[in-house]
Structure formats: C-alpha cells, structure tokens
C-alpha cells in the first residue's frame, strides 16, 4: 500500500512555471507506475501524463505534450511534474495515482492509490 500526497501547487500568471511534487509513503515506491490528472471545476478529471515504473518511459495528453515533464525520483520516493508555459486552460486540481507494477494502466479508473489533489490556478 501507499500514501501519496500532492504539493507545488499555486497561483502563477500565463507563460509561468509551476513543479508538482508527489511524495510517496512506503520503501516500494519503484514497483509502482504513477500517473498525474487533473480535474477543473464543472469538469471530468482528465489524464496528464504518466511513467513507467522505471521511469524509462513517459506519456502525454496532447492537451501538456511540450509544455509538462513528468519525472521520477525512486530513491526519494517522489513524483514530479514541471509544468512550463502554462495557459489559463491548465486551471484544475491536480491529482497523483499510483499503480502496482511497471505499465501505468490505460485508465484512470485502474489506478488503486490517489493523492488528495494540489490546486494550480493560472491567470490571463
């Protein structure tokens, strides 16, 4: 089992930078795929990216694809998301999940583990 828990959320204008950090519970931080989502007011949550267990490989929505790095840090047991050139559109809360084993799942509805969220709001 895991605890996450979210952080590096704020207020940035439009065109600024923001890194989320998911601090993780637990020494099995590493047998765990993770996943970043967000979820806007009036909105369905919707996924961001996510990373192999490894953090050998990554993926992105369209929506972040050249403007968010997801990353992984094992050995402290955390998860990053460096989010560059943001846009009033990235205003959400942003969610961390996490997932036994070295494929992030193909839905969000398949992760087991969930932070409790870090709003990010952008201004125009």
């Known amino acids: 089992q895991v605890q996450l828990v979210e952080s590096g959320g704020g207020l940035v204008q439009a065109g600024g930078s923001l890194r989320l950090s998911c601090a993780a519970s637990?020494?099995?931080?590493?047998?765990?795929?993770m996943g970043w989502f967000r979820q806007a007011p009036g909105k369905e949550r919707e996924f961001v990216a996510d990373i192999t267990w490894s953090g050998g490989s990554t993926y992105y929505a369209d929506s972040v694809k050249g403007r968010f790095t997801i990353s992984r840090d094992n050995a402290k047991n955390t998860l990053y998301l460096q989010m560059n050139s943001l846009k009033p559109e990235d205003t959400a809360v942003y969610y961390c999940a996490a997932e036994p084993g070295p494929i992030p799942p193909s839905s969000g509805y398949e992760y087991d583990y969930w932070g409790q969220g870090t709003q990010v709001t952008v201004s125009s």
């Open positions: 637990g020494r099995t931080f590493g047998r765990y795929s």
